[in-house]
């Protein structure tokens, strides 16, 4: 899926210099703040630990990373929408 095709995130938060587990759980807090079906961007670094354990731990909370894009600057961008 392209990045033009996905849906218009409403909101976009940048933890690239936030640590495991905070970036979840500013993460998770900000998916609480979105309404249903809304698409949240999160950006975080591409070869650190939440690379891995973010997309895991969201989809646990029964949310939908949408896609994952790695970035030439070592950064990670998802696109993850509200499911419940």
Not at 72 to 82: A, F, M, P, T, V
């Amino acid at each position: 899926m392209s990045e033009s095709s996905l849906p218009k995130p409403v909101k976009s938060l940048d933890l690239r210099q936030t640590k495991c587990p905070l970036n979840f759980v500013q993460t998770k807090l900000a998916l609480e703040k979105l309404a249903l079906g809304q698409v949240l961007e999160v950006w975080i670094l591409s070869e650190a630990e939440s690379a891995l354990n973010i997309p895991k731990s969201i989809a646990q909370e029964g949310h939908t990373v949408i896609q994952t894009v790695n970035e030439l600057n070592g950064s990670q961008k998802l696109w993850i929408e509200r499911c419940k």
